[in-house]
Each structure stands twice: as structure tokens, then as C-alpha cells.
């Protein structure tokens, strides 16, 4: 396997505020990425997606921005309810064909009310 | 949307038992499904990948004779985990890739726990 992380770091954010998710994905030749949210003890669900041939993505509250010079994602979530809070991780897809995702370590967002 | 069925949801097993997890794509067909597996407060680590009418493709380190992947039709792929052992006790999660889409649909998890 790939990616397992060691523990998951903590996002803590006030109600209303802006939340902004970090991650570093490895492989330069990833052509395309997706983030995930998480909630406990369920799958992952599809937030937002982004292509390697842009830098960024708006959906709604929602968006992603892609630094290919140094391999960084990030998802910023805008005016963040208690209902956002769960674990978010971005995948990246590999190498094109393989449709094989390799998920990042993930990050907790805590929603305080 | 896509759906992808996951069943069961939790499972509680004896040491040395056999347990299948069925994943299935409810409104479309998928072609290649994915086994992922989830340790708490850890992300998912894939574990293979299975192709109707092929073998599954195993990552590094994953015991193929211990998790049986079987993807007989373009709906259904099963996760058998043989002889479980506690240590086998996770969180296992399918996705599914759709004809079309370039994104996955996950299931909803497997909670194993190997007593």
C-alpha cells in the first residue's frame, strides 16, 4: 500500500469562518486529482475535482487550487457549517490510464460552534 | 447519481473464519472496482484492484491467497478475507469506476472485527 499516514492533524475552525486543507500529493506525473470528505464510520463522497491542465476550481462553497511546481492542493471551504466537519483527504490519480488513486493522509476539520 | 452498495456493513468474525464483503454498482456498470482498507485515524490504503473477467491487481505487500477478489460481473466484485486473524480487523471500502466518469463512487465500508 501507499499513503497510510500515522495520524490525522486537526483543522479547528470557528462557524461561518473560512476553512482552508492542505495537501502535498507525490508524483509529478498525477494528471489528475480529486478531494473526499469523510464523515465517521462511512465511505468517502466526492466533494470536488480538478485537472492537472488548470489551477483552479470552483463548486459551491467549495474550491481547489492546484500548484503543480510544488505538488500542493489545497480546498477551501467558505463560510464553514458544523455539517462540514469530518476528515477530508485529496487523491491523486497516478498515471493516466490506470485510473488507480492513491489517497493523501487526510485532515480532520473540527466546526466549532 | 452512481451508486455503490457495500454489504455488510459491520461483521464480527471468529479467529480463522472466512468473511466476503459484496460490493456492488446499483445503477451503472463498473468495470474496475477497487478494495481500499482503513485503519482508524489513518487514510485508505488500496489494497488491489479488480477488472471484470480478470485477475485482481494486488498492491505491494497485500497477501492475494488472503484477501480473494473476485469481479465476475461488470455489477458485483466480492472481498474474501480468509483465515481472518484480529489483525486483520478494519475498516474495508470498494469504489467503483463507472464507464464514463473519470471520478469513483465509494461504498459505504465494512467494519471487520476478527474476535
Known amino acids: 500500500g501507499e499513503s497510510v499516514g500515522l495520524h490525522l492533524p486537526t483543522l479547528s475552525v470557528q462557524e461561518g469562518d473560512n476553512s482552508i486543507i492542505n495537501c502535498a500529493y507525490s508524483?509529478?506525473?498525477?494528471?489528475?486529482f480529486i478531494w473526499y470528505k469523510q464523515e465517521s464510520g462511512k465511505g468517502p463522497q466526492f466533494i470536488i475535482d480538478i485537472r492537472s491542465n488548470m489551477d483552479k476550481r470552483q463548486g459551491q462553497r467549495v474550491t481547489v487550487l492546484l500548484n503543480k511546481t510544488v505538488k500542493h492542493l489545497s480546498l477551501q471551504i467558505a463560510a464553514t457549517q458544523p455539517g462540514d466537519s469530518a476528515v477530508y483527504f485529496c487523491a491523486e490519480r497516478a498515471t493516466s490510464g490506470t485510473y488507480k488513486y492513491i489517497f493523501g493522509t487526510g485532515t480532520r476539520l473540527k466546526v466549532l460552534a | 447519481g452512481a451508486v455503490v452498495s457495500q454489504h455488510p456493513s459491520w461483521v464480527i468474525c471468529k479467529s480463522g473464519t472466512s468473511v466476503k464483503i459484496e460490493c456492488r454498482s446499483l445503477d451503472f456498470q463498473a468495470t474496475t472496482m477497487f478494495w481500499y482498507r482503513q485503519f482508524p485515524k489513518q487514510s485508505l490504503m488500496l489494497m488491489a484492484t479488480s477488472n471484470e473477467g480478470s485477475k485482481a491487481t494486488y498492491e505491494q505487500g497485500v497477501e492475494k491467497d488472503k484477501f480473494l477478489i473476485n469481479h465476475a460481473s461488470l455489477t458485483l466484485s466480492t472481498l474474501t478475507v480468509t483465515s481472518a486473524h484480529p489483525e486483520d480487523s478494519s475498516f474495508y471500502i470498494c469504489?467503483?469506476?463507472?464507464?464514463?466518469?473519470?471520478?469513483?463512487?465509494f461504498g459505504s465500508g465494512t467494519r471487520l472485527t476478527v474476535v
Open positions: 469504489s467503483a469506476r463507472d464507464l464514463q466518469g473519470f471520478g469513483y463512487t
Open positions: 508524483n509529478s506525473a498525477s494528471d489528475y
